[in-house]
């Protein structure tokens, strides 16, 4: 007799024998056993049942994450057999001081370097009584990712155009090499280095920059965007040097085209017989710009 039938009509037989209880109580066990002659004997025991305590448990996403990826951390599969779990405590293994936690069913957490990770996940229930569950997470470095910004978008010919690929991102390692390339070398063979680069196009035309960057542990990540080069405006050669126009124009923003500024510099070369970058001024080359700007 298993103690919690008060009709005592519930029994099992057999050498061992299995029972769940459906509430915490304290139960009398009674054993009789007979022999083949017919003679039986039964002992009785008092057994408490307690209370049933929680389960933690938890499934990580995704199961192979790399550095700074967000990883997401659920607990939904934990259960409280005789209540509700009041409380989720977390902690990802990346505090030495074992400070910093999150709390809450699901929770994110990001890992700013490759490593293993211990996660540890506590479960409270309405009764206090708790539960721990750990995992080992190992997280990966992540790819590098390359990307670059032009200045400026829509250059002109002749005009330094500045690449910039302080936007790319090497997650828990460090970007050791950047190699541009300016579309304008058939062979491939122009390029520049470095976070930061110029350049300048001979000819208007659209061109693909390629940006390749290669991290510390040695993966690489490409980038291409083009970029369209116009065709500077300039007057006519019969009426303006074209190397006065170049320097000339050069000499305040916007580069792109002649301002008011431009000529007085030019107008004021000629009156003081200095050059411009090593360009003299001649009265002709003076009055074509101030038509060609004027008119």
Request: net charge negative.
């Amino acid at each position: 007799m298993l103690g919690e039938n008060p009709l005592r009509s519930r029994a099992e037989n057999g050498v061992e024998v299995e029972h769940t209880y459906d509430a915490p109580a304290n139960y009398e066990v009674q054993l009789t056993v007979t022999d083949d002659d017919g003679t039986t004997d039964q002992t009785t025991k008092t057994i408490e049942v307690g209370e049933p305590t929680p389960t933690a448990a938890f499934e990580i996403t995704p199961e192979e994450p790399t550095a700074e990826e967000t990883v997401t951390f659920d607990a939904s599969a934990s259960d409280a057999p005789a209540g509700d779990i009041e409380e989720y405590e977390w902690m990802f293994g990346d505090d030495p001081r074992r400070s910093q936690s999150e709390t809450g069913e699901e929770v994110e957490h990001t890992y700013d370097a490759p490593a293993n990770y211990e996660v540890q996940l506590t479960v409270t229930d309405d009764d206090g009584t708790t539960d721990q569950t750990r995992t080992t997470l190992e997280v990966e470095p992540g790819s590098p990712t390359a990307a670059f910004n032009v200045t400026p978008e829509s250059p002109v010919v002749g005009e330094t155009v500045s690449f910039d690929a302080s936007a790319s991102d090497a997650p828990g390692g460090d970007i050791e090499e950047y190699e541009w390339r300016f579309g304008d070398t058939p062979l491939r063979a122009g390029g520049g280095s470095g976070e930061e680069t110029e350049h300048s196009y001979d000819a208007s035309a659209n061109y693909t920059v390629q940006l390749t960057i290669t991290d510390d542990d040695g993966t690489t990540d490409q980038m291409r965007k083009t970029i369209e080069v116009e065709s500077r405006e300039r007057p006519p050669s019969s009426t303006v040097d074209p190397d006065v126009f170049d320097v000339v124009i050069e000499q305040h923003e916007p580069t792109t085209e002649l301002t008011d500024e431009d000529v007085e510099a030019a107008v004021i070369a000629l009156y003081n017989r200095e050059t411009i970058d090593g360009v003299e001024m001649s009265t002709d080359d003076v009055n074509g710009l101030i038509r060609w700007h004027h008119f």
